[in-house]
């Protein structure tokens, strides 16, 4: 067996540490970019004041709101995009009998392994961006915080309300934005890579390497995409029967947003997007690595993979 496997293994254990980790994060840039009206009383006026009104209206289980689902989703979409990743990257090393892949080569194995992630995974980030904010509209109905959190359905209760309410195909809400956002990890992983390669000329890379390295790509690629993230999510929310709230396409949604919340309406929440995605990508890029010798490893004991002696 390839070490595609393992890879895949060691992306998903760091997704998941990593999604663990920078949660509350994601809770506040997910309710901010979700926020229409800015001059409701609920609403929030920026990042620390969000934290700040969830902790209090919602306790500690409000900033964790949707955290089963993303976690899941984390170890899912991270392998996939791993195992993707990996095998297109060994398919151009071994045609190009290079070690190390061009930029070119770089780009096109992120696009493969991001469109794949996608289409396979949309439907947990469904679940998890209605779960996010569940906890807020329940609490805006009137529900104390307790009965809040007792209400809050599980992710496999979510999942089958959508299909129910809306249909199996609604839980692909959003795909078009989502597969545009391919570029994101296009741009991160592309210059993850080649600001690895250049390190490695020079010196062997430690854990603290990655972190920095996984920081300083992931926030090139937020930065520059961060308007249609926004979209994804207000699109993969249950859509709104009034007109000036549904967005029909990826460009009606940036038409509408402009229009009624001005450009600044399209950054809604980017500090802790910038700072969640940094620290999320800091912490997966460092866990994947250490995580992958324990991967091959666990794969030899059950037979899956021979060792390298042994190969």
């Not at 129910?164 to 956002?181: D, F, K, M, T, Y």
């Not at 709230?245 to 309406?265: C, H, N, P, T, W």
Request: hydrophobic letters at 45%; glycine letters at 8%.
């Amino acid at each position: 067996m390839s070490d595609n496997v393992a890879h895949a293994l060691a992306g998903a254990g760091g997704g998941i540490i990593s999604m663990a980790v920078t949660y509350p994060l994601i809770t506040v840039g997910t309710r901010l970019q979700v926020q229409r009206n800015n001059n409701d009383a609920a609403a929030y006026s920026g990042n620390m004041d969000a934290l700040r009104k969830i902790f209090e209206r919602e306790g500690v289980a409000g900033l964790f709101s949707g955290l089963e689902s993303a976690v899941f989703g984390a170890a899912v979409t991270n392998g996939v995009y791993y195992y993707f990743f990996e095998a297109v990257k060994g398919a151009f090393e071994q045609a190009s009998k290079r070690k190390a892949m061009t930029t070119v080569e770089s780009m096109v194995s992120g696009a493969v392994a991001g469109a794949m992630t996608c289409v396979i995974t949309n439907p947990i980030w469904v679940v998890n961006t209605r779960l996010t904010v569940k906890q807020k509209q329940l609490r805006a109905a009137g529900s104390s915080a307790a009965a809040a959190a007792d209400a809050q359905p599980s992710t496999l209760q979510a999942f089958a309300d959508i299909v129910r309410e809306e249909g199996v195909l609604s839980l692909w809400q959003g795909i078009v934005p989502a597969l545009i956002l391919v570029i994101n990890p296009i741009i991160q992983y592309t210059a993850f890579e080649q600001l690895k390669n250049r390190v490695e000329r020079v010196r062997k890379l430690g854990s603290l390497d990655f972190f920095v390295l996984g920081a300083i790509s992931k926030l090139c690629a937020t930065a520059i995409t961060y308007p249609y993230i926004m979209i994804k999510s207000r699109m993969q929310l249950k859509q709104s029967k009034n007109a000036s709230e549904r967005y029909s396409s990826l460009a009606d949604g940036l038409r509408k947003v402009i229009a009624q919340e001005g450009i600044a309406g399209l950054y809604k929440g980017i500090e802790s997007k910038l700072l969640q995605s940094v620290l999320t990508a800091s912490f997966l890029f460092m866990s994947k690595e250490a995580l992958f010798s324990y991967a091959v490893k666990l794969l030899i004991i059950l037979g899956a993979r021979r060792s390298v002696a042994s190969a």
